[in-house]
């Protein structure tokens, strides 16, 4: 059972370039989601989604792209990267019922720079 | 709207001595309130949580009580250990059952050095 797994760990981009940090998780969870950390900031939603084919904006969107097609991934995508961008990023699962009282499980994080 | 607000660190504090970081929030409905920590490198563990008003939640020393009447989620520990140098987070899951999704959100973060 290896939890939330995030590839890559760290990436560098230019501005402009697009990319795609992938997630997955291996506990069933109905629920994921992405936040970035920045400093001073704490953690932001960017998107969440409740189940494949579902997704829907968090606090933070502009700039990031989501998709679900299964259960077990939500990559991620950067459609034209800016140095505002450049962040921690975490991606966490969950089930999606109160019986957990939504407690959340966190990926290790992928540290993007754009330049 | 919702919102956590967390004592602003760093936080240096001798081992063996007595941490307290304040939380409190702002909610509708009917709110979980957790701690999370993130030990440098890595992501976000759960420390502890709590559902209901009045509830201790408690993991490793670490304590923290849900005080509806003053919307306040204080994490304390008695006797601090260099090893729980971290950055500490409070947040909170809104079970308004008018159709949130039980997002997190997140106070700043609150950054512990403990010294030997």
């Known amino acids: 059972n290896a939890g939330v797994t995030q590839t890559p760990k760290f990436q560098v981009l230019k501005t402009g370039q697009s990319m795609t940090l992938q997630c997955a998780q291996d506990?069933?969870?109905?629920?994921m989601s992405w936040y970035r950390q920045d400093p001073g900031m704490g953690l932001r939603l960017i998107h969440y989604?409740?189940?494949?084919?579902?997704?829907d904006q968090g606090e933070v969107p502009n700039g990031y792209n989501v998709s679900r097609s299964t259960t077990e991934d939500f990559p991620l995508r950067l459609l034209s990267a800016a140095p505002s961008q450049t962040s921690v990023y975490f991606c966490a699962s969950r089930e999606n019922s109160a019986a957990n009282f939504y407690e959340q499980y966190f990926g290790p994080g992928t540290r993007l720079t754009v330049t | 709207g919702n919102s956590v607000t967390q004592m602003e660190g760093p936080v240096t504090l001798s081992e063996e001595a007595f941490l307290t970081i304040n939380c409190t929030y702002t909610a509708t409905g009917y709110p979980s309130l957790f701690w999370y920590v993130q030990y440098p490198g890595e992501g976000l563990q759960l420390l502890l949580k709590?559902?209901?008003?009045?509830d201790k939640g408690s993991n490793k020393g670490f304590e923290a009580t849900y005080r509806k009447e003053t919307t306040s989620f204080h994490l304390e520990k008695g006797s601090v250990q260099v090893s729980d140098s971290a950055v500490y987070f409070c947040?909170?899951?809104?079970?308004?059952?008018?159709?949130?999704?039980?997002?997190?959100?997140f106070g700043k973060g609150t950054k512990l050095s403990v010294k030997p």
């Open positions: 947040a909170l899951s809104d079970m308004d059952y008018g159709g949130s999704q039980g997002n997190l959100i």
């Open positions: 989604s409740v189940g494949a084919g579902i997704t």
């Open positions: 709590a559902t209901k008003a009045d």
């Open positions: 506990m069933n969870h109905e629920y």
